[in-house]
Structures are given as C-alpha cells and as structure tokens.
T-cell receptor, first 111, second 118 residues
C-alpha cells in the first residue's frame, strides 16, 4: 500500500520568509510527484510537478525530490498572506493516473 | 494549465431525489477522469476512476449503484447521486489527467460542486 505522509501543521511563517513544506513516501519505485494548493472551500490547484531528482523552480516555488531518501519538498520564497492554504503532496500512481494523497499541510503566513 | 469545469457549482435537493453533476475538460481530451468527495476539514477522498467508453472503477466502500458514473466522451463525465440522503451532502470534485508525454501527466481539478440534501 503506497503512502504519502505530511505534517498536518499548521506551519506558521512571517510574511517574506521562506516556507518549507515536506513529505515522505513509502514506494521507492515512485516516479512522479505533484504539489497542489487548496484554499478553504475550493478545489485543489496544481502548483508544480516533479519527476526527476533535484530541484525544479517556478517563480517563488521550488520543488525538491530526493529519491534516495524518499522525500519531496516545496519551498515558497517571499511568502505572502495569500499563500495561506493547505498544501497537498501527491504521488502519481503509474499507469492508472491515480493520485495518492497525503493529509496536507496547512500553511499560515502572518503579515 | 488545462481547464476542467463542473456544473452545477452548487445544488440543493430534497432527500430521495437524484442529482447529476457534469465534469468537462474544456481544452483537452481526457481518457481518464476522477471523482472525489470532500467533507469539511478532511482530505479529498477518491470515489471512482472514470474511463471513457468503459465502466468506472470504484474505490472500496463506495456504492456503485448509488453513485452512477458515465464517461460518454473524451471531454465529459457525469456523476449521478441517486436517492440522495442528507449524509451525501458534501463537496464533489472531479479531475482529469492531461498526458503531456507517454507516462507523464498532470491532473487538473474542477472547481467542485457543493451538494446539500435537505
């Protein structure tokens, strides 16, 4: 049974700081990972996906994948109050296309 | 990114009636769509995987006769909640995979449908 684990938080950071969100996964053979953001009462929106070891940057967001240690992280630079949301680390399940959900981490960015 | 729409965005129905929710991929073809349900302060729960032209695959514990899924075309899947009861009140979200290259995809979520059964 594949599992993805995240600290539910809340993670609280001051405005302008770097927010670091982490998740670990159980299946060493997993290939694809996705970070989604979900605001209260809304559906998730895709922030980034990452398939390869190392870092992937997109604007203020950097996703990091370390397959040897089986963890994925998301760094948010210059955090803004509008970044306050639940961040979901999802693992793609191969051919089925299903996503394996972690519990999500609640981020609070305080002005 | 790709766009997935849902209709209606919210619906109120009486207990015992049926409600149909539509999910459309607007600018791409989706051979696979997914239906989720989310209760307040909980994570999304996958209900079923919908494949175009074939029967849906339901997750354990989801009643297939109560939640009817039809994936009639590459851009449309529907979820019908039959004989709805108040405990079916929830936020229903669909998603669709857009395959960029073989074995590589991005999953996009619709805006969700809030169902209230009175």
């Amino acid at each position: 049974q594949k599992e993805v684990e995240q600290n539910s938080g809340p993670l609280s950071v001051p405005e302008g700081a770097i927010a670091s969100l982490n998740c670990t996964y159980s299946d060493r053979g997993s290939q694809s990972f996705f970070w989604y953001r979900q605001y209260s009462g809304k559906s998730p929106e895709l922030i980034m996906f990452i398939y390869s070891n190392g870092d992937k940057e997109d604007g203020r967001f950097t996703a990091q994948l370390n397959k040897a240690s089986q963890y994925v992280s998301l760094l948010i630079r210059d955090s803004q109050p509008s970044d306050s949301a639940t961040y979901l680390c999802l693992e793609g399940s191969g051919n089925t296309g299903k996503l394996i959900f972690g519990q999500g981490t609640t981020l609070q960015v305080k002005p | 990114g790709a766009v997935v729409s849902q209709h209606p965005s919210w619906v109120i129905c009486k207990s015992g009636t049926s409600v149909k929710i539509e999910c459309r991929s607007l600018d791409f073809q989706a051979t696979t769509m997914f239906w989720y349900r989310q209760f307040p302060k909980q994570s999304l729960m996958l209900m079923a995987t919908s494949n175009e032209g074939s029967k849906a695959t339901y997750e354990q514990g989801v009643e297939k006769d109560k939640f009817l899924i039809n994936h009639a075309s590459l851009t449309l899947s529907t979820l019908t909640v039959t004989s709805a009861h108040p405990e079916d009140s929830s936020f229903y979200i669909c998603s669709a995979n857009q395959y960029t290259v073989p074995d590589s995809y991005e999953q996009y979520f619709g805006p969700g449908t809030r169902l209230t059964v009175t």
